[in-house]
């Protein structure tokens, strides 16, 4: 009787090969092993995406054939094309056929008797029919049971597969040397919000609350900002001055 191997996981360096095609636009090609649930095993299919390696199933496959995209883990699946399976039947025939020739080495032995090889024969021929199904039932048995059990892990495989991520969020704050603030927000790949003009109150407020660094890089703008403004306005006022002297001597 023959032992099956455990399949070997996908090595740290193989995971990284797959990422690589996968950004390259490139889905690599890979074979389910006797591990895999759900897909019979040396059945091919293609690498569409990886997720996070803690969930166990990360890698998303999509087998050969097939619409659906799958959830497999790094056991179910390798990248060594597997050898045909037509040259492992033949090493179960001689244990069916040990058993045949056994009844034909005995039977010469009654040679006294003409009329009893006619009865005998059918009995070893009857034995050796009977002893083969007895040996035969335990692996499609086995089979069966494993087949009935992988629906339920495809579709659990399935359901996580089209499970929807979280989109990232990125804010953009971006201010000016006159003291303006705008916000950006960009949801996934479509900006929602632009330009949203922000009061510099705000800002303030809202970087002493996020951290005190940010909060000293918003002061220090905003002191800018003022002495720029307190130039602005003694400009303006000097200016007023001389315009109200003119008035009064035109006056």
């Given at each position: 009787m023959s032992t099956r191997t455990k399949p070997q996981p996908l090595s740290d360096?193989?995971?990284?090969?797959?990422?690589?095609?996968?950004?390259?636009?490139?889905p690599p090609?890979?074979?389910?092993?006797?591990?895999?649930?759900?897909?019979?095993?040396?059945?091919?299919?293609k690498v569409m995406s990886l997720g996070?390696?803690?969930?166990?199933?990360?890698?998303?496959?999509?087998?050969?054939?097939?619409k659906d995209v799958l959830s497999f883990g790094p056991t179910e699946v390798t990248l060594t094309k597997p050898?045909?399976?037509?040259?492992?039947?033949p090493a179960s025939a001689p244990s069916a056929a040990k058993p045949r020739k056994e009844p034909i080495v005995t039977m010469p032995s009654p040679a006294a008797a003409p009329t009893a090889p006619s009865a005998p024969a059918p009995a070893p021929e009857a034995k050796t029919e009977t002893a083969s199904p007895a040996t035969e039932p335990a692996p499609e048995a086995k089979a069966a049971k494993a087949a009935a059990s992988r629906p339920?892990?495809?579709a659990a495989n399935a359901a996580a597969a089209k499970k929807p991520k979280a989109a990232e969020v990125t804010v953009t704050l971006s201010g000016t040397a006159d003291g303006e603030w705008t916000l950006d927000v960009v949801n996934g790949k479509k900006r929602t919000i632009k330009g949203l003009s922000v009061a510099s109150?705000?800002?303030?407020?809202?970087?002493?609350?996020?951290h005190p660094e940010f909060a000293e890089v918003v002061d220090s703008i905003h002191e800018a900002v003022r002495a720029a403004q307190q130039?602005?306005?003694?400009q303006l006022q000097a200016e007023l001055e001389s315009a109200r002297r003119l008035l009064d001597d035109l006056a």
């Open positions: 360096t193989e995971i990284r090969q797959i990422a690589a095609e996968i950004d390259a636009g490139r090609m890979v074979w389910f092993t006797a591990a895999a649930v759900g897909v019979p095993e040396g059945r091919s299919g996070d390696p803690s969930e166990g199933d990360f890698l998303q496959v999509k087998p050969t054939g097939s050898a045909r399976q037509n040259q492992t039947k339920a892990r495809n109150s705000a800002v303030a407020q809202a970087a002493k609350i996020l130039a602005k306005v003694e």
